[in-house]
């Protein structure tokens, strides 16, 4: 999960320095027309979206960062002559000015890696405002502002400016860091649905093959599609009809292996089929239900997976009759330090705490002998949430 305390910080300086650069910059970017506010609130707003824009140039992360794009930016909002962004140990200076200054800003840039602070140097036909970027500890780059004079405003903002960008880069390592962390949670997800299934429904495939080849084949095509879905490559998220698609050849292979004592039964609302949901969420839950709950009894049981439109919201319904579990044990499991062998229902239930907050996981309801019910629930519009086919 992404460290709170880091990410509090990172944005207060985020807001902080923004908030600086809007006052500092007021007077020089007033224009337009007098309907839209004040002189102040003109200039407080135009330095937000040029701030809003040089962040996003920043956002791609700390390897990559489109520094050139927001050098651009960072001149406007500073109003400078030129600024520079050097990054320490590299030879490729991002400058929105004259090429010229490109040595200038390389020599200014490492004495600011020696000292680690803000510094004012005089240059050849004006003055220079150099600010260290200090991210994770160590000076990461540098931003040098050139101007004819260095008065004390332009000072401040550039340390302002640096800082802000040195918030940009750890916000894009927080990102990276959720994306590594979800990978790591499907991962996880599919080395639990390896090693037990796969060993399963192999022994199924293999029971067929002698008394009824046409089913052994069906069901090596299946295997096929449940396991290119489940172990691709691309993206966080799917759809709920395509999920339902692996549910579908999961279950196919499971009824081979369990015969009549597994009854399936699917009450899926049709205008639910869209929905983005995060890619191995459901059907984690439907191997739960047939791994913990149907198959330690004899006799089988009864499957029931439903979606429900309610407006704002998907929610899918996973039941089972089968042996259920204490709801004390329940919490244990759900326990991200504890030992389970629910890997499956506990890593969905982080993932979805973790993308819609902590309201948003599982709701899970069970007793012993009574079977086990799981919902989730996602919402119906998530533009920032692409889905990638298998």
């Not at 590594?180 to 199924?204: C, D, G, V």
């Not at 966080?236 to 196919?252: C, V, W």
């Not at 739960?288 to 198959?295: D, F, K, M, S």
Request: charged share 25%; glycine share 8%.
């Amino acid at each position: 999960m992404l460290d709170a305390p880091l990410l509090a910080g990172a944005v207060g300086v985020v807001v902080g320095a923004v908030l600086t650069l809007a006052l500092v910059s007021a007077r020089r970017f007033a224009r337009g027309s007098r309907d839209l506010g004040s002189d102040v609130d003109r200039a407080t707003h135009r330095t937000l979206h040029v701030a809003a824009a040089a962040a996003a140039a920043l956002r791609g992360g700390r390897d990559e960062p489109d520094a050139e794009r927001a050098a651009t930016h960072l001149r406007a909002l500073l109003g400078a002559d030129a600024v520079a962004i050097v990054e320490s140990g590299a030879d490729r200076v991002a400058l929105d000015g004259s090429e010229a200054l490109a040595t200038s800003a390389r020599r200014i840039a490492a004495r600011v890696y020696d000292t680690g602070r803000r510094q004012v140097f005089s240059e050849e036909g004006g003055s220079a405002v150099g600010a260290p970027i200090v991210v994770d500890g160590r000076v990461w780059g540098a931003v040098v502002a050139f101007a004819d004079q260095a008065r004390g405003p332009l000072v401040r903002a550039t340390g302002d400016v640096a800082d802000w960008c040195a918030a940009q880069i750890e916000l894009a390592g927080l990102d990276a860091s959720r994306a590594a962390l979800a990978e790591a949670e499907l991962r996880a997800l599919r080395a639990q649905i390896s090693p037990h299934f796969i060993y399963n429904a192999l022994t199924a495939i293999a029971s067929f093959i002698s008394t009824d080849p046409p089913r052994a084949r069906d069901l090596v095509l299946e295997f096929a599609d449940f396991t290119r879905y489940s172990f691709r490559r691309q993206g966080e998220f799917t759809t709920l009809s395509e999920e339902l698609r692996s549910i579908h050849s999961y279950l196919e292979l499971e009824r081979a292996r369990f015969g009549e004592r597994l009854t399936v039964r699917l009450r899926i609302a049709p205008e639910t089929l869209a929905t983005v949901i995060p890619f191995l969420s459901v059907q984690p839950l439907v191997e739960n239900a047939v791994r913990h709950g149907l198959e330690p009894g004899e006799g089988g049981g009864v499957l029931t997976v439903t979606s429900i439109d309610d407006g704002t919201h998907t929610e899918v319904i996973v039941d089972d009759d089968g042996v259920g579990m204490d709801p004390h044990e329940l919490a244990a499991l759900l326990d991200l330090d504890a030992p389970s062998t629910h890997v499956g229902l506990r890593n969905v239930d982080a993932r979805l705490r973790q993308l819609y907050g902590p309201a948003g996981g599982l709701v899970v309801e069970t007793n012993v002998g009574s079977g086990t019910s799981v919902r989730l629930r996602v919402p119906k519009s998530q533009p920032l949430h692409e889905t990638a086919h298998a």
